[in-house]
């Protein structure tokens, strides 16, 4: 079993910044990758960035060159940093533990309960 928190949703104006947590704890050696998912109301939910053990990454392209993906081994923890928000950004933001393979994700039905991040105009 894998467990995820995340944090650090909240209020934010266009333009501002934003830094979620993804705290993974349990059998984490079965996890290669972890990823993090939005769904905005009435939205379908969408893969936003994936991290592998490897190092490798995956970003949607409409957060590239905005957010960054990353991770503290030491804290089993695995960050969203999302700067130059947009209200478009606007959605309730997911952890996910999967694989990322050949730059396709695979999520495993390991979820967080979500964060609510909110941009303003």
């Known amino acids: 079993q894998v467990q995820l928190v995340e944090s650090g949703g909240g209020l934010v104006q266009a333009g501002g910044s934003l830094r979620l947590a993804c705290a993974v704890s349990?059998?984490?050696?079965?996890?290669?990758?972890i990823g993090w998912y939005r769904q905005a109301p009435g939205k379908e939910r969408e893969l936003v960035a994936a991290l592998s053990n490897g190092g490798s990454t995956k970003y949607v392209d409409s957060v590239k060159g905005r957010f960054t993906i990353s991770r503290d081994n030491a804290k089993n923890t695995v960050y969203l940093q999302m700067n130059s928000l947009k209200p478009e950004d606007t959605a309730v933001y997911s952890c996910?533990?999967?694989?990322?393979?050949?730059?396709?994700?695979?999520?495993?039905?390991?979820w967080g309960q979500g964060t609510q991040v909110t941009v303003s105009s």
């Open positions: 349990g059998s984490t050696v079965s996890i290669d990758a």
């Open positions: 996910n533990a999967g694989v990322l393979y050949s730059r396709s994700y695979f999520p495993y039905n390991y």
